[in-house]
């Protein structure tokens, strides 16, 4: 009966340790930006676009790079930048409701392929996405790339039922041992 109840209490641990753990790593959630980026404009090579993010608290000091082919001939207006790497345009304060607006920024003449935007302020996890120059994805349809933890919903639906169907499968194994004996 005693070697019963150890081993009852070993599964007990055991199964609290492995609901523990996950919910210990996962804890800390850093503060970070929900609403994404998004870029208006015109996505050809010259054309002329504006970033924005959102999802700061109002005041947030919100600086954007932009990296590509040719990442370095992308100018802020008119201002050329004389660097081999590609400009941090900012940083620009997030008004109000949270969201940071770029000023103009004008592509290259050479401008081709995908261009990758990151959104970084102190304080919040930075922000990624990315458009392809020639295409028509402008007006805010640019595509969230951030992590979705709502996305794992599922995942820790199934574990939980998985680890009560161990625990059932465990006591009426216990139970049947103590008929048995």
Known sequence: ??????????????????IAAPAAASAYT????TAGITATGTFT?????????????????????VTGENGAGITLAMVKFVSSTSPVFGPYSANASGVANSAAIVLPSNASGTY???????GYTNQTTQFAVGSSAGGGGLPNTGFDATSMLGVWIGGGVLL??????????????????
């Open 30 to 33: 850093p503060s970070g930006p």
């Open 45 to 65: 090579p010259g054309g002329s676009i504006t970033l924005t993010a959102g999802g700061y608290d109002p005041g947030t000091q919100v600086s954007f790079t």
């Open 116 to 122: 990758r935007v990151r959104a970084t302020a102190p």
């Open 164 to 181: 009560l169907g161990g625990v059932l499968v465990t006591v009426f194994a216990a139970r049947r041992e103590r008929q048995d004996a």
């Open 1 to 18: 009966m005693k070697s019963l109840r150890t081993k009852i209490a070993a599964v007990a641990i055991a199964v609290a340790a492995i």
